[in-house]
């Protein structure tokens, strides 16, 4: 029974380890710009700049974006009485 254990012990130890492995290589192929920036090519930064331009698109187009920016202008705004100027 021990040797069963012993066994299933390190099949399970085995096991984890290609999982963390598998995690540690799924979240480096999630990042999309290398460390160093001088290796990406013209092409990767033009994209990634394309990418960049229309998630600002959006976020402006955006109703939530209108409205936050329509209560920043309310508040700063300075109602001034025709009778103190």
Do not use: G, W
Request: aromatic residues 4%; hydrophobic residues 30%; glycine residues 0%.
């Amino acid at each position: 029974m021990d040797q069963l254990n012993a066994k299933f012990d390190s099949i399970l130890e085995e096991k984890s380890k290609e999982l963390i492995e598998l995690a540690k290589l799924k979240s480096e192929k999630r990042k999309m710009t290398p460390s160093n920036v001088d290796d990406m090519t013209y092409h990767d930064k033009k994209t990634l700049s394309n990418i960049a331009i229309e998630q600002d698109r959006k976020l402006k187009s955006s109703k939530a974006y209108k409205t936050n920016q329509q209560k920043i202008i309310d508040t700063r705004t300075i109602v001034v009485d025709d009778k103190t100027m």
